[in-house]
């Protein structure tokens, strides 16, 4: 009899759990989104890039072979559709008196040209909404990025090296007055890393024990938008010498930013400026030099670079029928201000013989329901030369290339 009552109990206990799971599962939702892409391309130059040539950075310098032709002087092109991507969002129940979502999503670039075609993690976080405070947690845009005014151009590159491009672990916390917005966060690195004696690796940062650390204050309005920030971060590019002593020496550095949006039905105006060091983690232009060597314990010391990045982009939307015609026009610059001592050693930077870079990007699309062509000239204009001790760049040549671009794509 006990036996009958006590499998009667375990019998009704897993019932109602079930029934509880199942009514979890029927108030779940699951929103999928993303898009089919793919991309055609011609370069007139070498360039240098990430992602088999998707992802261009900035034409490749004179280089002469025995003849003395330029070896980069020859074009190139390639086709993909690896960036081709989807997402999901989460969300059920409410968690800690917030409404509570997760994010992921994926493309299928890889980490490296090496992993090209496997799947790659671009998000993954946790949000939890209280009304005037968010908190997030896990991998997402750097706040460099700034998701409400980046370009609309059509590369993968998104406007870098003139625009940070950088997706990292944090911790993120929202504060909404009204219109304005309190951003704070702690960063570490992952696949976008400091580069160093290592080549890009995110253990620089991991070895000091010092997050990066950003602040910034943003006015969102219905029709302007702006913002500015400081961002902090320290690296320690050495454990030990080559003396095989401990090395204690660290690397700061900031950046400082300023943007601005304007837009109504049919026109969009962006821009931004940032004055930065030792960006490359961002895949902007920079990073640091060795400025000294002991000469008995070989420790190092290191200064940063200095740069100055800023662009602008124009956009116009016009619907006619059911067709979007959406021509647009980027322009980005950059100058290298030199390190802030002078260096002794090797660089562990980005375009460390640029003086500066200039490039426009004028593009046009044509979007009917969920499908987009889109068409865009990349020109891409630089100043190469000597490195000084100070960093800064002399007896300087120019260097352009072109990228002609039509891409497809299909949304969901």
């Known amino acids: 009899m006990n036996k009958l009552i006590l499998s009667t109990i375990f019998f009704f206990l897993l019932t109602a759990s079930y029934a509880q799971e199942s009514e979890k599962k029927e108030k779940l939702k699951i929103d999928i989104h993303g898009f089919v892409k793919t991309d055609y391309w011609v370069d007139t130059r070498q360039v240098v890039y990430a992602r088999e040539g998707l992802f261009t950075f900035f034409p490749k310098d004179i280089l002469l072979d025995k003849n003395g032709r330029d070896i980069n002087a020859e074009s190139s092109f390639n086709f993909s559709a690896i960036t081709s991507r989807i997402n999901f969002k ?31 993690l671009r998000h993954a976080y946790i949000n939890l909404d209280w009304g005037n405070t968010e908190l ?55 696949d976008y890393a400091s580069i160093g004696p290592y080549g890009r690796n995110p253990m620089y940062m991991e070895n000091s024990m010092v997050p990066n650390g950003h602040l910034q204050f943003q006015y969102a309005g219905k029709k302007n938008t702006f913002g500015f920030a400081a961002d902090y971060k320290v690296i320690r590019p050495q454990l030990v010498s080559d003396s095989n002593i401990v090395s204690d020496e660290r690397l700061g550095s900031y950046a400082f930013m300023t943007y601005y949006k304007w837009k109504n039905k049919a026109w969009e105006f962006k821009t931004k400026a940032i004055l930065g060091q030792n960006l490359s983690e961002q895949l902007m232009m920079g990073g640091y030099a060795v400025a000294s060597i002991d000469s008995n314990t070989a420790i190092q010391k290191y200064t940063p670079t200095n740069h100055f990045f800023i662009w602008s982009d124009i956009i116009y939307r016009k619907k006619i029928n059911n067709i979007t015609l959406i021509p647009a026009f980027f322009a980005g610059f950059t100058q290298n201000l030199g390190t802030s001592q002078d260096a002794v050693g090797p660089y562990y930077s980005v375009g460390a013989n640029i003086d500066q870079m200039y490039r426009f990007a004028p593009s046009f699309s044509v979007k009917s329901g969920n499908t987009m062509f889109s068409l865009e000239w990349e020109h891409s204009h630089v100043m190469y030369g000597d490195t000084q001790l100070n960093g800064t760049v002399t007896n300087t040549h120019a260097v352009a290339s072109n990228r002609f671009l039509l891409t497809g794509f299909y949304f969901f």
Do not use: C, M
Request: charged share 10%; proline share 6%.
């Open 90 to 120: 989460i969300k059920q129940f409410k968690a800690f008196g917030a409404d509570a979502y997760g994010f992921i999503e994926a493309d299928f670039s890889g980490v490296s040209n090496i992993t090209i075609n496997t799947f790659r």
């Open 136 to 190: 997030l947690a896990g991998q997402y845009w750097h706040p460099l990025f700034v998701t409400k005014v980046f370009p609309t151009v059509i590369s993968l590159n998104t406007g870098a090296p003139f625009q940070p491009f950088n997706r990292s672990p944090q911790i993120r916390l929202t504060q909404h007055f009204g219109n304005w917005n309190i951003i704070a966060a702690v960063i570490s690195q992952r």
